[in-house]
């Protein structure tokens, strides 16, 4: 508290709880732990409408974080340290009049922190914002912008929800259904779209859904037949690798009696039924071929094929959905015209059952080369997966126990942390400070799980937990691959029903199967290269230019300077979701999770631009 | 509480909340009067265990009402009076050991009684009960069951949702969509349905949703293309009546943004989103033909025409979900073969712009007639309606705001009330009570909308409020018709948009149009009968016969002695979800709120039945 002692103020008192009020600047008396917190988190967000530079020198940590989502940088950024602070504050000061600033939970950590949530508004939003104090000053500060002011969506809590029909009768008027036929008809036609989302998978969906919901005229398109294509065609006994508590899509949550791991087909049904009950404007069986931004008239030029028609179609707005993997990273070998057994990449297996009995070899050794591995056994083949280099395991159990059950799980529902409230949470944590909580949680889970990692080992699998040690998170966060989780193939490996060569490289085809690195030849009627996919931006490369590709940088990652993550450090994933050196292109992917939260700020990005408010992107 | 004084009894001491815990027989302090409250409640649930026909005699005030759902009698019945409960109680007593009563809830009436939610467990299940005290006296008691004891659904709140996939790799085994389609092949081939569903609406889904979860075989089988067409193919300006609070399907509710009034397509992709999602069971395309009952096989022999193929099925159990109402009741008239013009039921009407400028007819003046009138109107037709005996007209706000709002709303969904509560908030009173609670409302009602009324009478409307002045909720219960909710085609009567003859019948058609009762001709392009529906047992009539139509009787209704609804006195819908007079056969229906509330009660007593528990049907 000392730190504020030099500063003089006025302000209204924001306290709601009425607690303390009697309790004068020169009284000292016995406060417990959280009405200290309270107070504590009350004088320091006092401040904060107030914030200057000599204000940030003052009230933060030594080390400390300024997690923002729009609400003063308009961008998805961390500040870290004072003077990158005080630098924002000193840009943003006249840009972001933050106000009615109300407590609205409070924490006290006795390993030495305070922690309060709190709600705000600006000039332009409301928004929900976090703190975390160390001795009255600040660690990690986290601000979000959650509505715009005039342009909240209608709720049935709020009580705005729509009529669906204007009682009364009007001469003339169109039904829901001509009304919605008639939009669908003019998109694309008539009408252009402000915002093209490019890929109709759960990301260009929920992102969709927002915009609708927002009123800002979308259009997805997408390749495949039918909306959920996307997961039917992967491999047949894919199910989601998280939780359904982590996987819900905005605005219409999966059932309570929804199974824990969704299978593939019914996450496909689901996403199908979410088009329509959301009434997104969607576009199956629809090709990319080219984009181009027009500079002179401020939109792009996009050329696709629809239903086998060309089609030109000009939205302000690119978002490229999709996935957060680029095109698939194929394999050459020397001698593969001479192979006669099928050879394919890991996006292409669905599971056929004509394997049975076959010699099978699984090139890779992360998710997809797993699950495919275990699929092929499944169904009776000879499996022997090829490991090439060394992978982080770490059973869908123990994830769900140690790193997910706290935020999302029923029993996270019943502590009252909603999914919205988890992802905020989740959030609030900046990245700079995730390796080293994840380096306790592995080392929890490498006692745990003994038995299977020394099963590994006793195997011959390179396990580890990745450069350091801090596991699937950060992995996830860095690179988007490398690890396992673990739901019955690692126990395969073990048991030796799964082949394993590791390390194992295959040198060249010939007709009967691989020459592997170490001399070996490998017979082989299927060959799965679970290699992986390009990067992200290769999708802008294809679609609009290597020049645009090239301005951009990579998409992606932290800058950890970690193996397929060069540094600098950005502290944030590198151009998702957020404005990019491109005017009028966006990146959006990543998991359900990411898909549901992220696309709330996409969305909030776009709507701010198509109702011409101000929008100042803090890009220092 | 004296009419307790003579029985000794010992008892658990069921009190929850800790109070009164030291408050010892013969002290004397002064209570709350919710204290009081729940002290009476739990002093008369304390012997409810051991319910005995004296036990009723001394425990029920003069006026008494129990009515149950199958936790005591295996039926929906009402029992009025001391004299019917003493006889249940008497036969039951063997059959219904009543335990581990909690008491969940208790308000204190300061205009004369006190009630509590509780809930407790039998033999077979557990259930929720409510109660109404007077001077400690039963008034009402509300006895429910929930679910089967072993047979509980699963759900993430109870912590038993299931996986989706079973972790482990196990060999040869089907993906959840090969279990799927196998699953729908076999059915009405390989495998019979436990139980045929014949009716792909709101009702019969909800029903076949809740024997999915339940794990009951099921088919349902539908006339119409697509599942929701029933809803398509009404008049193009359709929006369900009911609020949406009113409007949830079990399991999915609708979400937070849908609108107050569903408009009719949308609900139909509702409901054909809800089939595949509840993973139901379900033959559009197909028409029901002919149905037996075997004595000696105890099954049904069901011949139904499936995508043109006939097939036969053969399950125990039959329910007909087609509809409150029953065939199209269409009136023929002397010369309307020498009509010109078009001729059809309001069911056939679909809302054509091809009526502009035409002379336009609908006779009856109940709901579809108003909104078809209305329909004709916008798009330009010349309208006139026959009104043939007065109707309860109300104001859907008013309906709203003074019947289902306190249940049914935002506002009530924020104090506490869910969907599932209000529900059976709405059971808790017995049939007999409902006109005199809602003569009140009418009352209120009329003096708020006095305008309307008195427009009406103006424009020669015959408007009235029900024969006891008892208003639509009872009118639906005895009738299921004879109402309009008011949406703007009464103004347009007021107006004189829509024309208006009153009392008026055809007498004959001729070429050009029609002679009404007073003589006049009409000259009509189109002439619509929205004249009702024949009564619902007309489809046991039709599918199995007239001997099984009679055994059975009536449905729907409560037996009123009114018009429409002949006496003797039932209290409950006449042979809805509940056992007929023939064994395997059974009614459902009703608006949206009832095929959600009482599908729970039709599939349990189909799940008991399939599990082999003893079920004794209390039929005095």
């Known amino acids: 508290m000392k730190a504020f002692s030099d500063l003089s103020y006025t302000h209204h008192n924001h306290n709601t709880t009425g607690k303390n009020e009697t309790v004068g600047k020169n009284q000292k008396i016995v406060q417990s732990p959280i009405a200290q917190a309270e107070e504590s988190c009350r004088l320091w967000l006092e401040l904060l409408p107030y914030a200057s530079p000599q204000w940030a020198e003052l009230a933060f940590h030594e080390q400390c974080f300024w997690r923002d989502f729009l609400a003063y940088t308009w961008t998805i950024k961390t500040l870290e340290g004072k003077t990158a602070i005080a630098s924002m504050v000193a840009s943003s000061a006249q840009r972001c009049a933050v106000g009615d600033i109300q407590i609205t939970e409070v924490k006290h950590h006795p390993e030495g922190f305070d922690e309060c949530w709190f709600s705000f508004s600006t000039a332009i939003g409301r928004g929900i914002g976090h703190l975390r104090l160390k001795q009255g000053l600040c660690w990690t500060l986290f601000t979000t912008l959650q509505s715009l002011h005039g342009f909240e969506e209608k709720t049935g809590k709020l009580g705005t929800r729509e009529r669906g029909t204007n009682h009364g009768v009007i001469k003339g008027r169109l039904s829901w259904l001509e009304q919605r036929e008639q939009a669908l008809s003019r998109i694309g036609n008539e009408d252009q779209p402000y915002c093209l989302i490019i890929g109709g998978g759960q990301g260009g969906m929920a992102l969709g859904a927002r915009l609708q919901r927002l009123g800002v005229p979308h259009l997805i398109v997408d390749k495949h ?67 181009v931004f027009s500079e002179s008239r401020k939109a792009w030029e996009v050329q696709v094929l629809h239903e086998g028609r060309p089609k030109t179609l000009r939205p302000k707005h690119l978002v490229l959905a999709t996935g957060m993997s680029g095109v698939p990273r194929m394999p050459q070998f020397k001698g593969q015209e001479a192979f006669k057994g099928s050879l394919m990449h890991s996006s292409r297996y669905q599971g056929e059952k004509r394997w049975q009995g076959k010699a099978c070899v699984v090139l890779g050794s992360n998710n997809s080369a797993h699950d495919i591995a275990a699929d092929l056994w499944e169904q009776g083949a000879e499996v022997t997966m090829l490991q090439r280099s060394p992978t982080i395991v770490i059973r869908s159990e123990s994830l769900q126990k140690h790193a997910w059950g706290r935020l999302y799980s029923e029993e996270a529902l019943a502590a009252g942390i909603s999914t919205e409230k988890a992802d905020l949470m989740a959030a609030s944590w900046p990245h700079r400070l995730m390796p080293g909580i994840s380096r306790e949680m592995v080392k929890t889970v490498l006692a745990e799980d003994a038995d299977l990692y020394e099963g590994l080992k006793r195997a011959g699998f390179m396990v580890h937990m990745g450069e350091d040690d801090s596991g699937i998170h950060t992995a996830y966060m860095r690179r988007g691959s490398g690890y396992y989780i673990e739901v019955g193939a690692s126990q395969l490996i073990i048991e030796g029903k799964i082949g394993l060569r590791s390390p194992a490289e295959i040198i060249e085809l010939d007709e009967h199967g691989a020459v592997l690195s170490n001399g070996e030849h490998m017979p082989a009627d299927l060959i799965v290269c679970a290699t992986g996919y390009g990067p992200m931006n290769g999708w802008a490369e294809s679609l609009i230019s290597r020049e645009v590709a090239r301005k951009i940088g990579p998409c992606w990652g932290l800058g950890s300077d970690t193996r397929y993550d060069p540094g600098p450090w950005e502290g944030e994933l590198r151009n998702m979701w957020k404005p990019t050196a491109q005017e009028g292109l966006w990146f959006h992917g990543g998991n359900l999770m990411q898909s549901r939260h992220f696309s709330l700020y996409l969305a909030l990005q776009l709507k701010a631009r198509y109702e011409g408010l101000p929008v100042n992107v803090y890009d220092a």
Chains 1, 2 share one sequence.
Do not use: I, Q
């Open 225 to 291: 037949e039918r909306p959920g294509d996307s997961w039917r065609k992967r491999y047949r006994s894919l199910c989601l690798h998280d939780p359904v508590w982590y996987d819900h899509l905005p605005y219409l949550p999966f059932p309570d009696h929804w199974p824990v791991f969704t299978p593939k087909d019914k996450m496909g049904d689901w996403l199908e039924s979410y088009a329509k009950l959301m009434e997104l404007a969607y576009w199956s069986n629809t090709l990319c071929r080219k984009a």
